[in-house]
């Protein structure tokens, strides 16, 4: 299949970029180009997915047309890179949606608006090679009706026209130039402005509790009956 070139967002970020009506992955293509040496800030969308990928192997669907499907190369690595990601799309995503006050971000990397997903961040590299991918699916234009059955009572959408999705792109490149070069304190106090799971019973494959808040390392603190533990990685559910 072949790429069409395409409009050329603002700043350094989203240059060269590589859009395709239909593709199997976006993360996967973007992955293959770091691997070959793509530059910095080359981005790569999609107007559908046949195999999108989201965190723990899951897949991840959308009407043709209606998401903003993209992966982005970087070749910057900031310490908390998929926290400063996930500040990013929550940031847009809030200033996007009439809910505006009401996103937040689940650790590490879902944006929830009135408890349901609207957004999902999958970052993926070789920090040895100097490059990660950092995979980023909006709802932006998806209808209720258009969800899988199965995910409609946890998925959400920003309930906007086709036509925004190239301007949340742009808007989205330029707050993740942003984020990606804020210092840690900053990233890590946007986090927990927006932490979802602050005060909330929460569980994972280890056990179950309430969080706690985010450390300054970004690992999530959970209250236990045993005492606090700070999990650096795996999926957590709202909910005992």
Do not use: Y
């Not at 299949?1 to 409009?7: I, K, P, T, V």
């Not at 990928?53 to 070749?75: D, E, I, N």
């Not at 959970?222 to 533990?229: E, L």
């Amino acid at each position: 299949m072949s790429a069409e070139r395409a409009g050329r967002p603002r700043g350094r970020l989203g240059l060269p970029r590589a859009h395709f009506r239909r593709l199997g992955s976006t993360n996967e293509h973007a992955r293959a180009l770091a691997a070959a040496g793509a530059p910095h800030g080359t981005l790569v969308t999609a107007a559908e997915q046949s195999a999108g990928r989201g965190r723990q192997g899951r897949t991840w669907s959308a009407p043709p047309g209606r998401a903003l499907l993209c992966s982005l190369v970087v070749r910057s690595l900031p310490r908390l890179l998929p926290l400063a990601a996930g500040v990013a799309v929550a940031s847009e995503v809030g200033a996007t949606s009439v809910a505006a006050e009401h996103a937040r971000l689940k650790w590490p990397n879902d944006v929830l608006i009135d408890g349901r997903k609207v957004a999902g961040i999958l970052v993926e590299g070789r920090p040895q090679e100097g490059w990660a991918v950092i995979g980023i699916g909006v709802n932006v234009a998806v209808r209720p009706e258009e969800l899988p059955a199965e995910l409609r009572e946890r998925a959400g959408t920003l309930g906007l026209t086709p036509a925004a999705i190239e301007p949340t792109l742009a808007r989205l490149l330029e707050r993740l130039e942003e984020w990606l070069e804020a210092p840690d304190a900053a990233i890590l106090d946007a986090v927990r402005a927006r932490d979802a799971l602050l005060g909330r019973p929460v569980s994972w494959a280890g056990g179950s509790g309430v969080g706690a808040g985010i450390d300054d390392d970004g690992r999530l603190l959970v209250a236990t009956a045993s005492g606090r533990v700070a999990l650096d990685a795996g999926e957590v559910h709202l909910g005992a």
